[in-house]
């Protein structure tokens, strides 16, 4: 039987592409393999947002050239496949395609004539939902199911390279999106994850669609990402107070604690109304917590700008949050931006902020020592000899094993990390 090897880059709407293209890659004979050196058919799913990710992306490239069969079909797919183009090809003149985000169903017609080379690097925008078969439809793992509802992203944030590599925004018609939830849900998924760049602009309602996928016996639970502040309709901030169903935790990145650095940023909200709306949201559900992205280093910041997004961090107290180094990138306002940041002070600043996150993590961790939550199980650990479950905040915990997919856990340890627990047995 042939093979395929496929490896991620970047984001979870990454992860939701890389399934598919591996159902594709099923659905013609092939078996999946971690050895990329045994693969008759090679595929990097690649991310552009950083600079680092696209070089990383290259010098994977590089090795794999010299380590794969001489005759697997070796390609790239994906943010940077858009963002190099036909460059990728004088880069590499060994890959046999270069696909873009919105393109990758296109992978059958490079398998049926290997013997050619294919560059499409357009956004026809939602055809490849289209072209993809349903009935392949696979959950991420055991009991988790991604289910996007949109692609590409209209807010042009001057750092951000996503609108130029998966084009504008475009929301997919609901009864599709509610035909692959209940597809989810009968290959076993009790918890959907609602994906978007710009997850709660979604045109046809984001809230209707929660509401409706509650009604799904099986799904026990929902959650959506990535939130854009502006679009935080007061509907869906009152349904984290009535529907039990959706988790109490809600990715929304504010960027940076500065007004003028958010100005610069072109995100046009005040952060009057950002904090505004956390406040809503920890009045309406006392337990919700909040995870943010964060960007040091934006051209011009200052020291006092910096320290606002450290003043940001620790009030709202996110967890699960990320900070990155600004990388300037083609297609963007900022990389033209004067005032750009010499790369020791960016180095020093994520430092600084990490370990702001780092601590509310910890804080967090150790709060939840000796609750109970309900823990959605994953699989086997490194060992094999425990589970690891997410807890509805994400946070990893390791716990005994268990036949259930969803189980009530007490914590009885935690880290900065993660978190270790018991199976609670007869709960009353
Ligand atoms: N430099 C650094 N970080 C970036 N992000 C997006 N573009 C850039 C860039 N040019 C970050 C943002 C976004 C996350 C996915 O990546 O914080 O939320
Ligand atoms: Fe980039 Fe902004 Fe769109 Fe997020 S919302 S993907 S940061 S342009």
Redesign the pocket.
């Known amino acids: 039987m042939k093979k395929f090897y496929i490896k991620t880059f970047g984001c979870q709407m990454n992860v939701y592409d890389s399934m598919r293209i591996a159902s594709m890659f099923r659905a013609m004979g092939f078996a999946e393999t971690d050895d990329a050196k045994a693969a008759d058919a090679i595929v990097l799913n690649t991310c552009a947002?950083r600079e680092k990710a696209t070089n990383k992306v290259f010098s994977e490239l590089g090795r794999l050239r010299s380590n794969k069969k001489p005759d697997a079909i070796f390609g790239i797919v994906g943010c940077v496949a858009r963002e190099a183009g036909t460059d990728a090809f004088r880069r590499i003149p060994e890959l046999n395609f270069v696909l873009g985000p919105q393109t990758y169903h296109k992978l059958p017609e490079i398998i049926a004539n290997p013997g050619v080379k294919l560059l499409d690097i357009e956004l026809p925008g939602l055809e490849k939902f289209n072209a993809l078969d349903n009935s392949a439809f696979k959950i991420h793992h055991s009991a988790f199911a991604y289910v996007p509802i949109q692609e590409g992203?209209?807010?042009?944030?001057t750092?951000?390279?996503?609108?130029f590599t998966r084009g504008r925004e475009l929301s997919r018609p609901f009864d599709d999106v509610m035909r692959d939830v209940h597809a989810a849900a009968d290959a076993g998924a009790i918890e959907i994850c609602f994906l978007g760049?710009?997850v709660n602009g979604y045109k046809f309602s984001l809230a209707n669609l929660i509401r409706e996928t509650a009604n799904i016996e099986s799904v026990k639970r929902i959650r959506f990402t990535?939130s854009?502040p502006t679009e935080m309709s007061d509907d869906l901030i009152a349904l984290f107070g009535t529907e039990p169903k959706l988790l109490p935790f809600l990715n929304m990145?504010i960027?940076s604690g500065s007004q003028n650095v958010l100005t610069r940023m072109n995100?046009p909200y005040s952060l009057e109304l950002y904090l505004g709306i956390v406040d809503k949201l920890k009045n309406i559900r006392q337990d919700i917590q909040i995870s943010s992205?964060f960007i040091v280093g934006f051209p011009g910041e200052t020291d006092e700008e910096f320290e606002q997004s450290c003043d940001v961090a620790q009030k709202v107290g996110y967890i699960n949050s990320f900070s990155f180094k600004y990388s300037p990138r083609p297609h963007t306002a900022a990389a033209l931006m004067p005032g750009q940041i010499p790369e020791n002070i960016k180095k020093q600043r994520l430092k600084i902020l990490d370990g702001i996150l780092n601590e509310n993590n910890r804080a967090f961790n150790e709060s939840c020592v000796g609750k109970i939550f309900e823990c959605l199980v994953e699989g086997p650990d490194k060992t094999g000899k425990h589970l690891i479950a997410r807890t509805p905040y994400m946070q990893q915990i390791i716990i005994p094993k268990t036949d259930s997919a969803l189980v009530p856990v007490r914590v009885t340890s935690a880290n900065k990390c993660s978190l270790r627990g018991e199976v609670v047995k007869n709960q009353s």
């Open positions: 947002v992203c209209n807010h042009c944030c750092y951000c390279i996503v609108p760049q710009n990535s854009y990145p960027q995100r992205d």
